[in-house]
């Protein structure tokens, strides 16, 4: 089924060796009546995330997308990467069937990778829960799988650490051989959740720390060759280019231009901090910075939480007061989009 150069036996190799990088995020884009997804819009998003020197990004799922939408997204979207880019699955669909689904259609589209989520109305009360429902949906596809402790899950009744105790990933590793790394935010906004999976994990499979504000200087003091996937296009290339710094051992020059962002970096930490106790991330907000970087904007389909001008602002003086890139395009623009349809 896969059109990729491993299968799940081989993929936890392919991925200690190949993924060497930043993977951001693209979220889709809709035809101006919202009853069709833009394939163009996509292709510039694709275009621009090379340019920019981004290893990958995640085909957002979660904007309201039929099964079949998606797939056409996600072909779209790999065919013009033509072999420069990696496509990663986003597995936040509505039931196991469906992502399993989902997944398999990604997979023959050619995507690369997989970042798991899991369904709103998913409410396990116990490790067995989650171990289930993960390890039937990585017995599902070849790809490589991205497993993804985090808060948004509503699952620190089974764990601390976002449903995810030591003993729950280990013994997923055992089992579930096409699990490539761990996106440690188990007890976010604390790093202990990295560092505990890191200090247990990192020999078997990658450990990612996605906050760049964490992920760059911890980098910059432990093996970190990737990190993924989160807004990293707001920055324009800055993330790409410092992550590279910082895999050349360019520490001290990488910390200053990390230093350099951080009038953006507060404008984007103040504009999530709003976000607080939704458990689930504002794509629309995610459009637009990448917008201001020169990405294609666009519509995009309820339900979606609001962005408002007093944001838009915020995020935009961000950018400039970090002199950083930035269009000049009136706000406005943003809803239409770069390629309208």
């Known amino acids: ?24 995020v693209v979220t889709p ?37 039929t099964l079949p ?9 790999v065919e013009e990467a033509n072999g420069r880019f990696h ?7 509505n039931t196991l069937a469906d992502n399993i689904e989902a997944v398999q259609r990604s997979e023959r589209a050619g995507a690369t990778l997989v970042l798991l989520g899991y369904p709103p109305n998913f409410y396990p009360q116990s490790e067995e829960d989650i171990y289930q429902y993960t390890k039937q ?18 699952f620190e009744r089974v764990h601390p650490s976002a449903g995810f105790s030591p003993d729950l990933i280990a013994r997923l590793l055992d089992d579930c051989q096409n699990i490539v790394a761990i996106k440690a935010e188990g007890g976010m906004p604390s790093v202990g959740g990295f560092v505990d999976v890191y200090r247990r994990f990192h020999d078997r499979v990658l450990v990612i720390e996605p906050i760049e504000s964490n992920g760059i200087p911890l980098a910059t003091v432990l093996p970190m060759p990737f990190m993924g996937t989160s807004n990293y296009e707001y920055y324009g290339n800055a993330i790409p280019a410092i992550f590279e710094l910082v895999q050349r051992g360019q520490h001290d020059e990488a910390m200053a231009r990390y230093w350099s962002l951080h009038h953006a970096r507060q404008a984007n930490s103040a504009a999530m901090a ?10 629309m907000l995610w459009k637009y910075q990448g917008w201001l970087q020169g990405f294609n904007g666009g519509p995009v389909r309820a339900p979606t939480m609001r962005l408002n001008d007093r944001q838009m602002k915020s995020l935009r003086g961000g950018l400039l007061a970090a002199g950083l890139p930035c269009t000049t395009d009136d706000d406005a623009a943003f809803f239409v989009g770069r390629h309208p349809s």
């Not at 020197?53 to 309201?64: C, D, H, N, R």
């Not at 017995?139 to 509503?154: D, Q, R, S």
């Not at 709003?274 to 794509?283: D, K, S």
């Open 69 to 77: 939408e998606y797939e056409q997204l996600m072909r779209a979207a």
């Open 137 to 154: 949906f990585c017995a599902a596809t070849e790809l490589g799988i991205i497993l993804f402790p985090v808060p948004l899950w509503n």
């Open 87 to 93: 496509l990663f699955h986003h597995a936040s669909f």
């Open 274 to 283: 709003l976000l607080a106790g939704t458990n689930f991330l504002h794509r």
């Open 29 to 65: 884009t809709y035809s101006s009546d919202l009853q069709t997804v833009n394939l163009e819009a996509i292709r510039h998003d694709v275009r621009l995330e090379i340019e920019m020197k981004f290893w990958g990004a995640l085909l957002v799922s979660e904007t309201a997308n």
């Open 1 to 24: 089924m896969s059109k990729q150069p491993f299968d799940r036996r081989t993929v936890r190799a392919w991925a200690r060796e190949h993924m060497r990088g930043v993977a951001n």
